[in-house]
Every structure is written in C-alpha cells, then in structure tokens.
C-alpha cells in the first residue's frame, strides 16, 4: 500500500493541544458538532474549556458541568499506549480524509495498527451476523478483489458478513470500526481477528473511551464511522430492521454510492437488501459493478488534499459579547420539539447569526436542546 503524501499534510496536534481536545470531547454535553462549534468560536479547546462552566450557567443548567480534568485525559493517553494506540485529530494527516467530510465527524479517534491504511480509498462492506454461506463467500470475494485494486475494505468487526470481509482483505488492508473502546471489542470471538488485523495491514478506530462496553445504542455511531470512512457501501444480506441498513442509510445521505446484492424473496436476511434496490441501490452480483461504479470517483486530489480542520497556534479570545437576557429568550422562545433549522432560527428571530450559535452552544452545554441529523435543533422537554 502506498504511503501517499496526504501522510505528509496537515496539522499535527501538538502533545498539549491533543490532551485539551481529550478533555473537551470528554466533558459532558460535548458531542462532535458541539466541539466543532467551541472550537470555531473560542479559536481553542483549551479556551473552550475554559469557557464551558460560564456558558452552560448562561444556558439554564439546573447544576455545574462536568469538565474532564487534564489528569483524566493524560490517563487515557498513558492507557492508549500501554495498548499501542493513539489519537488522531480530524486535522491531522492520519485522518480519514473522507470522514472528516461528514457532518458530526469525531474531533478524535481512538486508532491502533497501521495507520497507513487511511491514505487509500475505502469500501464499506456489511452484512447479516447469522449469514448464509453464499453471502459469506460472496463478501470475501468482493473484499479481495476490491483490496487488490487498492482499496481499503472497512467493516464492524461483527460476526457473519464483517468478519469474512476482514479476514479476506486482511494482506491487502481493513479497517475495523469498533462501538466500545479499542479494548473492549465485540464479540469476543472476534478478539484473535482483531488482533491479527492491527499486527498486520489493518486499523482498528473508535471514538469510545478506553474501558468503554459497547452498549446497543453505541452500534449506530460506529455504522457512522463505516459509512463516513467509505467511498461506496456494499449489503451483502440484511434483515429490514438491522444495524446494515442503518449503515446504508447513512452512507446515502453521506452522499456515498450504496450496492446491495439481490437474494431470495423467501430469506428475511434478503428482505432489507432486496428493499435496498428497490430505493435505487445499485445492483450487485459482481465485484466489477462495484469497482466499475466507484472508478469515477476516485479523483486523483481526493486522497492527496490538505485537511480543512486544525486548531491555530494560539489562544484566539472571543470578541463577540454574550448574549443578553432577551436574545436568549426569542432563541428559545423559537425552538419547539420539532426540530428546526439553525437558518430558520436566525430569520424568526432577526437575530445576528454569531449570536443565535453562541445561545446554541450554551442551550447544549445546559442538555437543554437536542441536535439531530441534517443539523435540525430541538428543545427538550422538561
């Protein structure tokens, strides 16, 4: 695998920089897109942190936040080591590049193996746990011959369909999203593949602490990472209810290329794939359809461009005042339990959009709002 110069771009965390936005991710109320609002408006994490007792006062918080103390995140770190892990910042140029393009990418990752492997482009493939033979075999298939033209094949580290791509793009590079932390994977049978995977051409990721046990409501934010790390998705089979088809729901809105392969009317494992099709998913009884649907899209910059995201040098004070007690109020006045644009707010209200943010951030600091996909905001009832 080529070691490509989007390895040698970027801004590297310095080690003081990358302790602050352990501890900003790891404060509570802090999500992505919350971290990524902090750090626009304070210029740092260290003055976020700061910050964040002030704003979620300012906010209505019922009690004092939660703020990670250095001595938790250096915890983290030292036990990351131990584990021969690190993190890696969505600025830096070990970063998945096509990850840090999504709304609400992690801030920080969590990797272990060989980072290498995020240089190329990626296709995601999942499936069924309880799969049938045919899926299986079909899965290692395209996951060896999309690894032998140079990409890297991304999946759950499940059982079924994830495990078979892993093991068959094992040699050629795979990357291993995983819901708890990177010492705690799912299922446990998977703890040798796993292992071989991050000793060899392969990288495990997780925006989990260390320690973390993957609960069912961690599965959807690592089918996040999956569809976000991924050029295209491949359904190899899935149940109508199930984590894939969440996975390929996310993938398209992603705007990723989704290809679902057809099966049996008569298989409920077939019912979510065939659904698939059904809503404009590409057809898929080859590894060729998928390579042949993806050749467009690898853009010769796509891998090679310089991140977007970093942190300045130094400490950037923020010039905006607070806002006052009525602005706050024609802010929250305007939210409802139906989510609404931040665009719409900003019009209802006539209030200048650095401002109805600022009110944003310190209603989230106070878990008084709800950010949901698309970038909707909600109020919370209570």
């Known amino acids: 695998m080529d070691d490509r110069s989007a390895r040698t771009r970027g801004i590297a965390l310095t080690e003081r920089q990358r302790i602050a936005w352990l501890r900003l991710i790891r404060s509570d109320n802090v999500g992505p897109v919350t971290f990524r609002e902090l750090i626009n408006h304070f210029g740092s994490a260290e003055t976020a942190l700061e910050m964040l007792p002030e704003l979620s006062r300012r906010g209505g918080a019922s009690r004092s936040i939660r703020v990670a103390g250095r001595a938790e995140a250096e915890r983290e770190l030292e036990i990351a080591d131990r584990h021969g892990a690190g993190f890696v910042g969505i600025g830096e140029p070990d970063y998945p590049p096509l990850l840090r393009q999504i709304d609400g990418a992690p801030p920080l990752l969590a990797v272990k193996g060989n980072r290498k492997v995020t240089a190329a482009p990626a296709v995601g493939i999942v499936g069924a746990r309880n799969a049938s033979i045919s899926g299986i075999k079909f899965a290692s298939l ?54 071989e995977l991050t000793d060899g051409q392969g990288l495990a990721v997780s925006e989990m602490p260390f320690g973390w046990e993957p609960r069912a409501r961690d599965f959807p934010r690592r089918n996040r990472l999956i569809a976000g790390m991924s050029l295209g998705l491949v359904v190899v089979e899935a149940a109508v209810r199930s984590g894939s088809l969440i996975t390929a729901r996310n993938a398209a ?17 077939c019912e979510g794939t065939n659904g698939l099709l059904k809503d404009g998913a590409t057809i898929t009884t080859t590894p060729e359809d998928v390579l042949e649907a ?73 878990g008084r709002i709800q950010r949901h996909a698309g970038g909707g905001i909600s109020i919370l009832p209570g």
């Open 294 to 366: 993806l050749r467009p899209l690898c853009e010769p910059d796509l891998f090679t461009r310089p991140p977007g995201a970093g942190e300045p040098a130094e400490d950037k004070r923020p010039s905006l005042q607070p806002p006052n007690d009525g602005e706050r109020e024609r802010v929250a006045d305007a939210l409802s339990q139906v989510p609404a644009e931040i665009d719409d707010i900003i019009r209802h209200t006539g209030i200048a959009p650095a401002t109805v943010y600022l009110v944003l951030l310190e209603l989230d600091l106070a």
């Open 142 to 195: 395209v996951a060896r011959e999309v690894g032998r033209t140079g990409y890297v094949v991304v999946s759950g580290l499940a059982r079924g369909i994830d495990t078979a791509a892993h093991r068959a793009s094992l040699s050629t590079g795979t990357i291993a999203a995983m819901a708890g932390g990177l010492d705690k994977p799912y299922p446990p049978e998977n703890i040798g593949l796993l292992e």
């Open 253 to 269: 809105d992603f705007g990723r290329l989704v290809f679902a392969v057809p099966g049996s009317p008569l298989d409920p494992r």
